[in-house]
């Protein structure tokens, strides 16, 4: 789709003009090559170091970047489409890397001729380069003056998924957490997700449970592993992934609801093997869900391994909201204690967790929001004793705790928005939510509830009351991705 010349109306080509303002090549040239490298790289440097043939996977970050910040407001202000802000952000991602990624590009052929590197790939979420590089080819990369990054794959990390304990049970008809966000009164509007696309970016799903067999969107755009490829959804991780789907889109099968938005379809990407956190893996997802799988709405239940604000992956949050991917992002358990914050909630819609009575589960992380001072979490949701699906035979089940199946369920209701208001803006949807948030804990937002607990029927109404509404319904949405 975006390798062909995309023609817009004339305002559009006037708000778009210049929407390439970059950060600028020269940036890289005024940096040294050895305070390009991360730490890691930078210590391990020794003229030893530059002669062995260890090779080893290194992202490698180029200065030319878009300014996502100028093209958000900029689309904003033009009145396009969904679906045209979309395909211009897409656009302008890729005219970017190409130019600047075609500066490199020689000297990567020359060092893979001289068997320096294995091989090496483009992201455009990011403009950014993998490579699996020798300390020699590393060296070389580092002195290009349009190169400003140079980083290590990180992999030893524990599991960074937002997960608690998990008990096979009995399911009910309907899913308590289902009743206590307001689901039932959207499904009697008509409302149940259909023409929406909600992404995952987990350790693996499964798509031959039997709340998520007949949702599956299918295809060669559906599922992607970069680290070990099958042809189909595959969980690999004690059913985390499917879990946290089927609270989003779980299809009611068997009689049992346990899905907000059971029309809506899904897709899933692995960029947590093994469910550890790799720099490498993750943003081969996020730039695989930018550019090919593109959902509506992308669950994120997993957080970077270091407490406190770490900025890493701002661009690749602020790439997919620009695209209009709402990016919803579990909070974390490391409650209860204050400044207990995640990055890269911190930086997006992030999602607390409560039990059945209303009060904070014990473990859902607590701001004050490190890297801004705000609000932290966003909001809550459900997040104990959550019936989902669970992978171990097609009709198997699990209650958990956790904020992973709580933001689940906040993307879930995300999808019952964007289908009463195709045209609603990641940011409408956010500020929806947010409005429409039932107030716990202390009046007004606080940094355990945020600004309370997600209800579909009061972001519904909150939608409507932006005046982002237009007429839509269940047989007219028109999704970004179409």
């Avoid at 062909?4 to 040294?32: D, K, Q, T, Y």
């Avoid at 029309?263 to 550019?291: H, K």
């Avoid at 919803?328 to 992030?350: C, F, I, K, M, Q």
């Avoid at 019952?416 to 409005?435: C, G, I, M, P, W």
């Amino acid at each position: 789709m975006m390798g062909r010349e995309i023609g817009f109306p004339p305002l559009i080509l006037l708000c778009v003009a210049g929407l390439l303002a970059c950060h600028s090549g020269e940036a890289g040239s005024a940096i040294p090559p050895e305070q390009k490298l991360s730490p890691r790289l930078r210590g391990s440097w020794s003229a030893d170091s530059q002669s062995a043939a260890v090779r080893q996977r290194v992202l490698i970050d180029l200065a030319t970047q878009v300014d996502l910040a100028q093209l958000a407001d900029s689309l904003r202000r033009s009145g396009a489409d969904r679906h045209t802000r979309r395909r211009i952000v897409l656009e302008r991602l890729r005219q970017t890397a190409e130019r600047s990624q075609a500066r490199v590009k020689p000297l990567l052929e020359r060092l893979q001729q001289r068997g320096e590197i294995d091989g090496y790939r483009s992201v455009v979420i990011v403009n950014r380069l993998i490579a699996n590089a020798t300390p020699v080819a590393i060296r070389a990369l580092a002195e290009q003056r349009e190169v400003v990054a140079i980083t290590e794959e990180t992999v030893a990390w524990p599991s960074v998924l937002s997960a608690g304990p998990a008990a096979s049970a009995a399911i009910d008809s309907t899913s308590w957490a289902l009743d206590a966000v307001g689901a039932p009164a959207a499904w009697r509007q008509g409302l149940d997700g259909r023409g929406v696309v909600v992404g995952l970016i987990d350790a693996g799903a499964s798509a031959t449970h039997e709340q998520l067999r007949q949702n599956y969107r299918g295809g060669e755009r559906s599922w992607h592993n970069p680290v070990d490829p099958t042809p189909s959804p595959l969980d690999i991780l004690v059913g985390h992934g499917t879990g946290v789907l089927s609270a989003a889109v779980g299809g009611g099968a068997g009689g049992r609801k346990i899905g907000v938005a059971p029309g809506a379809q899904w897709i899933a990407c692995v960029g947590l093997p093994g469910g550890r956190y790799s720099n490498v893996a993750l943003t081969e997802c996020a730039d695989w869900m930018l550019t090919i799988g593109q959902p509506d709405v992308l669950i994120n239940p997993w957080q970077l391994p270091n407490a406190g604000c770490d900025r890493s992956l701002e661009r690749i949050v602020a790439a997919w909201r620009a695209a209009e991917i709402l990016p919803v992002l579990a909070a974390g358990n490391h409650g209860p204690t204050e400044g207990t914050d995640r990055s890269p909630a911190n930086y997006a819609l992030s999602v607390g967790a409560i039990q059945r009575q209303g009060t904070l589960l014990p473990r859902s992380s607590r701001g004050p929001n490190s890297c801004d001072g705000s609000i932290y979490p966003s909001l809550v949701a459900p997040g104990a004793g959550v019936p989902v699906a669970f992978p171990l035979t097609a009709s198997s089940y699990i209650r958990t705790d956790g904020t992973s199946v709580a933001a689940g369920l906040v993307a879930g209701v995300a999808a019952l928005l964007l289908q009463h208001d195709a045209e609603a803006t990641v940011k409408q949807l956010e500020d929806a939510l947010r409005t429409g948030a039932a107030d716990l804990g202390p009046p007004g937002p606080d940094n355990g509830y945020g600004y309370g607990r997600v209800s579909v029927p009061a972001a519904l109404t909150a939608l409507d009351r932006s005046g982002a509404h237009v007429q839509a319904n269940s047989s007219s949405v028109s999704p970004a991705h179409r």
